[in-house]
């Protein structure tokens, strides 16, 4: 007797039917989904505005943060924008059928590895409605069916956004089930989710520490982790200090509340003295927290706590500590760092090469700011996360990151002795 | 008030610690310490024999399968082979450093992905002392410190083994601890070891389906798994029927236990009639279930049931399925396949061209015998183990999957707009 499958099990037993369709689909059929998805999505620009509205009501009668409520609302621009993403995910490369490596063997074996889709994507995320269309973009063009389980803040939104989308993908023939929204939002539905190994071949968590904080506890799915960002500058003893300047203040201060963005600033003592009244001065907007040498050079500076240096303020607030030479630069990092971007700011070669070599992190940066991990600053036209994991995909994740490879092996009748 | 660590978590901190020098030695720091690892092995030869003889008796006296004792024992001839295998992966390619692509930003940014060690690699594994070394070999030389964990029944042996590494290693000026193993070995130190988050940068459990179940429900830690292997062999109506018998019987029979022998023949019906009967005749060693129509051309074959084409039977029995067409091949495969390695036996392209496309595995085989999904196979040299999973390795894993890839961004004072 087959046992019947639970709602969201059967939810993802439709996208893995679609994925069937999609791992074979072809570059112009993909595409021609993408534009058929934007064009319903402006068609349907007021349904899912409407919704959007009600969701914006409930949320705010419920007295959700003014923040999460910005997020949270659409007007016609955000719908517009996200109807020229898809056109814009359209127009990047397909990664499937690219072939990495091959070789023959001695037995004139032909090996060779060739990139194929996942399968099905989960992603999980929280109020921003955009996420819809944007990870449904990068997921079928990467040939996955995207599996998506938003908030229960966003559903109407979502559930409009999706309605277009997958009216889009059939119309250019293509599966709906390209796109699978789960609309039931409890709690108990997101833990099913991070469980239903089997159907979900990869999972992505867009949000907060307490999304990411789930995953790894109840997630039986394959993942990726898209975690913090405490990310610091070295500023090293022969370091140009007008560019350490501009490239200290871009990381803290061009967009704070973002994982790439520097939460704390290391300066080499040979230089502390010059440099950290310049940059107090700089950073007068940024609450700036030190240790002990720092705070003799910036008197004004608070004493920094331990949880300070372990911190990702996501805000105007910056960790500042002195170290004796870049071992100690270094022992900082590998303390108190958490994987993401790491820079260091110098003109010694010696000194930009044991950095890089011996940071352990996605991303290491040198003369430049930490803002640049990016998959758009990358190059990769998009980006579905930033992985702060090591197995599969670390740093800035594209299409690429949504592909894994599968080996080809062609003879002409071998067998093994 | 700091938390005492507890000993399984000193003894990762202590891995931890020698991935750091591990991670920026050279090759030949490397394969000197492997060679001298090597040499500790054969001079302590007498003590690895004698704690074996001692794990031997014991698991005598309790009555242990002669199976599972015959995987424990060592000799003298098995203690050389350890050691020559050390010796062997000494002489691979180093894999770290390797720059695996690179470009140029727009705004001058240089962006390079160079391969790096994953940190520290856990290997949970069950009673072949030989792992030890095996493990510890291809660990260290991708730049990884070891964290070992054994059976109970295997630990004398595989302690007198890592005393002889360890004393090998630090004699090269390499850490010790690049090999750190659990002597621990109740099963909570195994639960214990599973959810060393932090420590365990990557796990690779080897071992059978008990393991790979305990891996999958309790492991916090990123992992890549070696599963079951349920693989086909499917005769197309264009094969070559003479190949066909060749591969099959060298797939089902050359070493039937393995993962990457063939559990199931599907046929075309267009070539069942004759084809069946001669593999019948070919395979006489090996119990054959078969559907209806396959038993309708070889009668003496049972009647194969739904869990006899779900199972990876590990020894000499095959399912048998007659299909209609390549699609009815496809289908089965995709119902019943573990997603390990998959064959086409044909001479039609076309046919080739979709199972090769449309078969969702790690490894997808044409005109040859499954038996060649290994690392030593692909060339690779050595092989931690076979990954059926999708995320970060699939198929064979040698040195290269024991690394992962870190961006290194060089600028001018590049900036953020």
């Known amino acids: ?45 007021d349904a899912v505005l409407a919704a959007n509205r009600r969701d914006v009501a409930r949320a705010e009668d419920a007295g959700v943060a003014a923040g999460v409520v910005d997020r949270l609302r659409l007007d016609g621009r955000r719908v517009a924008s ?61 040939g996955n069916a995207a599996f998506l389980r938003g908030s229960s803040a966003a559903i109407g939104s979502n559930v409009a956004i999706a309605a277009a989308l997958r009216e889009g993908f059939a119309k250019a023939g293509l599966p709906a089930d390209s796109l699978v929204l789960v609309e039931d939002a ?40 898209d975690g913090d960002g405490n990310c610091h500058v070295y500023v090293d003893a022969a370091a140009d200090l007008d560019m350490a300047l501009s490239i200290v203040v871009n990381a803290k201060c061009q967009r704070p509340s973002v994982c790439n963005a520097a939460e704390s600033l290391v300066v080499h003592a040979d230089v502390a003295a010059e440099f950290l009244p310049r940059a107090a001065a700089a950073l007068e907007a ?90 758009e600053q990358f190059g990769f036209g998009a980006e579905i996360g930033i992985s702060t994991q090591k197995l599969h995909a670390r740093g800035p994740m594209g299409l690429r990151e949504l592909t894994c490879l599968k080996y080809v092996v062609e003879g002409d009748g071998q067998v093994r002795d």
């Open 1 to 45: 007797m087959a046992i019947a499958p639970t709602p969201l099990a059967a939810l993802g037993a439709r996208a893995r039917e679609a994925a069937r369709v999609l791992a074979v689909a072809g570059a112009d059929a993909k595409d021609a989904a993408l534009h058929a998805g934007a064009d319903l999505l402006v068609q349907h620009a």
């Open 82 to 142: 996200m109807a020229e993403g898809l056109r814009q995910v359209a127009a990047l490369p397909d990664p499937v059928g690219e072939v990495v490596d091959g070789w023959v063997r001695p037995n004139g074996l032909r090996i060779r590895r060739a990139r194929v889709p996942l399968g099905v994507v989960g992603i999980i995320y929280e109020n921003r409605p955009n996420v819809t269309s944007d990870a449904a973009a990068l997921c079928l063009k990467s």
């Open 186 to 225: 409890s709690r108990e539905s997101a833990t099913e989710f991070l469980q239903l190994r089997g159907l979900i071949d990869c999972l992505v968590p867009r949000g907060g520490r307490s999304l990411i904080a789930a995953v790894l506890e109840h997630a039986t799915v394959p993942y990726v982790i």
């Open 286 to 375: 940024v609450e700036l927290v030190g240790d002990d040498a720092a705070r003799a050079i910036v008197p004004a500076m608070a004493a920094a706590t331990e949880a300070d240096f372990a911190t990702e303020f996501l805000g105007l607030k910056l960790s500042v500590a002195v170290v004796a030479d870049l071992d100690a630069a270094i022992a900082h990092v590998r303390r108190y760092g958490s994987g993401h971007t790491e820079a260091i700011v110098t003109g010694d070669l010696a000194a930009a090469n044991r950095f890089t070599r011996e940071v352990d992190a996605a991303v290491v940066v040198v003369n430049a700011s930490t803002r640049f991990t990016d998959g």
